[in-house]
């Protein structure tokens, strides 16, 4: 069974820094695409940032410069450093990814249980 568990969300000042991790486990044959997604209050999940496998990078203009998304394949591992924390960062956030378990069967689309961040002084 696949899971993903994320880790490292808390409590940061406006200006500080916060690093998330994102473990893939289980049965997995593959994963291309792993993303980390938000959802402020009241609002809509939204995509945060997102790696391919052979490291491409995609993110939201509202992270840019701020935020840097990495991964470690061989761990199955997805991390997202954000820097410059804002109070608008303040959400709870998701990886996620769509996972192959085998050479066999079509991509499922997997979501860790979310972990809170909240940027306030």
């Known amino acids: 069974q696949v899971q993903l568990v994320e880790s490292g969300g808390g409590l940061v000042q406006p200006g500080g820094s916060l690093r998330l991790s994102c473990v893939a486990s289980?049965?997995?044959?593959?994963?291309?695409?792993m993303a980390w997604y938000r959802q402020a209050p009241g609002k809509q999940r939204e995509l945060v940032t997102a790696?391919?496998?052979?490291?491409?990078?995609h993110y939201a203009d509202s992270v840019k410069g701020r935020f840097t998304i990495s991964r470690d394949n061989a761990k199955n591992t997805v991390y997202l450093q954000m820097n410059s924390l804002k109070p608008e960062d303040t959400a709870v956030y998701y990886c996620?990814?769509?996972?192959?378990?085998?050479?066999?069967?079509?991509?499922?689309?997997?979501w860790g249980q979310g972990t809170q961040v909240t940027v306030s002084s």
């Open positions: 996620q990814a769509p996972i192959r378990v085998s050479l066999s069967q079509y991509e499922r689309n997997y």
């Open positions: 289980g049965s997995i044959f593959s994963i291309n695409v």
């Open positions: 790696i391919t496998s052979g490291g491409s990078t």
